[in-house]
């Protein structure tokens, strides 16, 4: 990908519906190593916490590519928890989803409709309220700020 020219970040995803976080883990460091650019983020789909030391003191750039309040099989994930400690460590996340979309777990959405303004539940949590929120740490680019980049 590099030679053809692309020069964005690589986010690659851990094997197993993004769970084999231990494969994950080992293959990093190489993967970055042999990256030209050292741009390549590893994305693990969360539905615990166990991996998120492990990546930050390895110095693996982990982000949680998937969680959300339910593993889908109608157990409650601590996402708060999760919340709590990507901020700690620094890593980087995207609940799973905005919604609507999950036909065979509808739990997993944020919202019912597309719209900002039914936020419910975890997906309120997680957007708006919770201290560790979007609302509440994200960081606005200096292109979105500045209205370009250097």
């Known amino acids: 990908m590099r030679a053809a020219g692309i020069r964005a970040p690589l986010v690659v995803d851990a094997a197993g519906w993004g769970r084999n976080v231990e494969q994950l883990l080992a293959a990093a460091p190489r993967l970055v190593q042999q990256d030209p650019q ?6 693990w789909h969360a539905w615990d916490t166990e991996a998120l030391e492990l990546a930050a003191k390895g110095e693996i750039p982990l982000i949680i590519g998937e969680f ?3 593993g889908g099989l109608q157990r409650e994930i601590p996402y708060q928890h999760l919340l709590a400690e990507t901020k700690r460590l620094g890593i980087g996340w995207l609940a799973w989803s ?14 019912p409709d597309g719209r900002y303004e039914t936020l ?6 997680v957007a ?6 979007i609302a509440n740490t994200a960081i606005r680019s200096r292109s979105i700020v500045e209205g370009s980049c250097p």
Not at 128 to 133: H, I
């Open 68 to 70: 959300s309040g339910t």
């Open 98 to 111: 905005w919604g609507p979309g999950n036909c065979d777990c509808a739990d997993m959405d944020m919202k």
């Open 38 to 43: 050292t741009d390549v983020l590893f994305s």
């Open 120 to 125: 419910h539940g975890w997906g309120l949590e």
């Open 128 to 133: 708006v309220t919770d201290e560790n929120s």
